[in-house]
């Protein structure tokens, strides 16, 4: 009702006063969802500085351009580290082969285009959900 009074009021003034938009749902990230790449490296420095872009080529070029930050990248280097991570992965789909792979590369489910990042140093292994 005083909604109405202060519309009748000030419409002369300001003329239509609109109501707020409704707020738009946003869906949450999926922060269990990574994108897996295996590769070989020499040593966990060289596939810390492919990963983050320190060096070229990198991960970032390899995806046509993408922005990673330090937060999106995590890499996993050494076959026991390998080997003792594999069971928190559950692959959507059939589960991969890693190969001669020594290197695992973790990146954040962000909209990435994954599918086309197959660089000559590394391979796009699949999307799992990390528990």
Do not use: W
């Not at 269990?32 to 810390?48: K, Q, R």
Request: include cysteine.
């Amino acid at each position: 009702m005083i909604r109405n009074l202060l519309k009748a009021a000030f419409f002369p003034l300001f003329g239509r006063i609109k109501s707020r938009p409704k707020a738009v749902k946003v869906a949450p990230l999926k922060s269990d969802h990574v994108n897996v790449f295996a590769g070989t490296f020499a040593n966990e420095a060289e596939a810390t500085d492919y990963a983050l872009g320190l060096s070229a080529p990198s991960l970032a070029s390899d995806l046509n351009g993408a922005g990673i930050g330090p937060d999106d990248v995590e890499i996993i280097f050494g076959d026991a580290r390998i080997m003792a991570a594999r069971p928190m992965f559950h692959f959507i789909g059939a589960a991969p082969m890693f190969g001669d792979a020594n290197t695992l590369i973790l990146l954040s489910d962000r909209g990435y285009d994954t599918g086309s990042a197959q660089g000559d140093r590394v391979r796009f292994v699949g999307l799992c959900a990390v528990s």
